[in-house]
């Protein structure tokens, strides 16, 4: 009788093959690794630390019994973790070293509601000019790939930008006595985002 291979081992994608002809080698001793990449590694250490610093800030608000704002930040985190493994899928697939750098321990501690969404607006500042510093280290290499890869994040960061800076109105506006009202809001306004179809490849999806 005839048995014919699973749809998923006939489709498997081809980096799949080039991962285990690496693996095999004794892992990357042929692999000229790029500026633009060794940039990327770095990267990816940021975007870690990103993900820690909101489970810190939700974790403050969890104790603060402000499930929404919680849940917002610990949502925030997931994304983080998934841009980082974004960045490791694409080095895997260009056949890239991956190197996941150490991280800084993240600030813990925060006085009140506004404290925490200040630091989350300027952590995003930051993380948009790492991103624009990819970019231009892309375009210097004239590797379109990676500057192509490197658009979704653009888009990305002034979607995060722009709700950091509102939600940080909206608790200016709080007070212990209205807590209720900026709960409302992340209730109304902060769900998860629909999936986006042409975000890149998650390493771990």
Not at 19 to 37: E, I, K
Not at 126 to 138: D, F, G, H, I, P
Not at 180 to 199: Q, S
Request: aromatic letters at 10%; zero cysteines.
């Amino acid at each position: 009788m005839l048995v014919r291979a699973s749809d998923s081992a006939t489709q498997r994608p081809r980096r799949w093959f080039g991962r285990y002809r690496r693996v095999a080698r004794g892992g990357y001793p042929d692999v000229m690794t790029s500026r633009f990449a060794a940039a990327l590694n770095a990267q990816i250490g940021n975007e870690f630390a990103a993900h820690h610093q909101y489970v810190a800030i939700a974790v403050h608000y969890d104790a603060l019994t402000m499930p929404q704002m919680a849940g917002f930040f610990y949502r925030q985190a997931r994304e983080e973790r998934e841009h980082a493994m974004m960045l490791i899928g694409y080095l895997l697939d260009t056949e890239q070293e991956v190197a996941i750098p150490e991280t800084a321990a993240p600030q813990s501690r925060f006085e009140g509601i506004l404290e925490p969404i200040e630091l989350a607006v300027a952590q995003e500042r930051q993380v948009t000019e790492q991103v624009y510093s990819l970019t231009r280290t892309a375009r210097e290499e004239n590797d379109f790939a990676a500057e192509q890869f490197m658009q979704w994040f653009i888009k990305e960061q002034v979607e995060e930008i722009a709700t950091m800076t509102a939600l940080a109105a909206i608790a200016r506006r709080t007070t212990d006595r209205n807590i209720a009202d900026l709960e409302e809001y992340i209730a109304r306004e902060g769900g998860a985002a629909a999936a986006d179809p042409t975000a890149p490849r998650v390493a771990d999806a």
